[in-house]
């Protein structure tokens, strides 16, 4: 067609849904995103939200009374390791149950013998230490909170059908019947592997059971955070310098400066109770020194930082545990 004028119109612009790659953008997406719409998906399962506000009426309760007791903060990992010890210990079943799967696929013996062979002995073992890991696994979900404990449950029970399975195998395979049992394995080992994904977004994804104050380092210089007039006595009191949330606490005339975000779970200490100048989070019942930061009860494994304090003309001015570098002189030439 032409206009007026003679000359051509332009040619019509392409549809942005045609050609062959016009569902690249939305699969593309849905590749990188699907594993957030699963946790959602999990979240909105009713008896999965059922079931974890049972077990969070039976457990919790039994583990705030027990909080005291050296064998329950044992099972976190805690002061002493440093870090939870549920995710090491889950290492355990899944190299054994891997183990189980190599020397399956590597057998060329089809005589059904029985008994216990070495397959047999390192699915043992793998059952072995999945109870272990799983009283861990059921300690630290006791300290979890909302979609993390659901999609915590459903880890659990993911692992709770594995350890059946090869428990099943385990069963075949000391009677003789092979086959069945490398196929029991190998759906167990399949079943874990999911349960395993699930166990890495809790930490990675959504940050379940790191030390939620890791990076906290400022502010770089002396920040004013309060009135001196403004804080009252044996009260704590959450101020924020800086964008970091911190607690101030003053007893007997003496100044007290530690993060306000517990480094467990992220509960806000300023909230809780102090008692002999320790702070005691009331998320979950983690107890830090105000002097030093140090936990004096788990589940933290992680101390809290502690800022340097001072008051300059009816301040409080706190500042990080590293000062800012200072400024190299201007105006002046270098030699």
Not at 69 to 85: C, D, K, S, T, Y
Not at 124 to 131: D, I, N, V
Not at 225 to 246: F, H, W, Y
Not at 266 to 274: D, E, F, Q
Request: charged letters at 20%; hydrophobic letters at 40%.
């Amino acid at each position: 067609m032409r206009t007026g004028s003679g000359q051509a119109d332009d040619p019509p612009a392409a549809s942005p849904q045609a050609g062959p790659d016009a569902s690249s953008p939305s699969a593309a997406s849905w590749l990188v995103a699907w594993h957030g719409g699963a946790a959602e998906w999990l979240d909105r399962l009713g008896w999965l939200r059922g079931a974890s506000d049972w077990l969070t009426g039976v457990l919790v309760p039994v583990r705030e009374r027990y909080q005291d007791n050296l064998a329950v903060e044992l099972l976190h990992g805690g002061r002493w390791v440093g870090h939870p010890l549920h995710p090491a210990l889950s290492d355990l079943p899944i190299g054994l149950w891997a183990g189980v799967m190599v020397l399956d696929a590597t057998d060329r013996d089809s005589a059904p013998n029985r008994g216990l062979d070495a397959a047999g002995m390192l699915s043992a073992a793998g059952l072995a230490a999945a109870g272990v890991t799983a009283l861990t696994g059921l300690n630290d979900w006791a300290v979890s909170n909302e979609q993390d404990r659901r999609v915590g449950l459903f880890h659990g029970l993911l692992n709770t059908a594995a350890l059946g399975l090869q428990a099943a195998s385990l069963g075949t395979r000391m009677t003789g019947h092979r086959g069945s049992a490398r196929a029991l394995g190998a759906a167990s080992f399949t079943v874990m592997a999911a349960a395993g994904y699930l166990g890495g977004h809790l930490v990675f994804t959504k940050g379940v059971m790191v030390n939620r104050v890791a990076w906290a380092s400022g502010p770089r210089r002396w920040t004013r955070a309060l009135q001196e007039a403004d804080l009252p006595d044996d009260s704590p009191t959450a101020v924020e310098a800086e964008g970091r949330q911190i607690m101030l606490y003053r007893h007997r005339g003496r100044l007290y400066a530690i993060d306000n975000v517990c480094s467990h779970a992220g509960g806000l200490l300023s909230r809780g109770p102090v008692e002999d100048l320790t702070v005691t989070c009331p998320l979950h019942g983690s107890r830090f020194g105000l002097a030093d930061g140090c936990v004096s009860r788990g589940p933290a494994s992680q101390p809290q930082p502690v800022l340097p304090t001072r008051i300059r003309n009816g301040w409080i001015e706190v500042r990080g545990s590293q000062p800012a570098p200072r400024r190299p002189a201007t105006g002046r030439t270098q030699p």
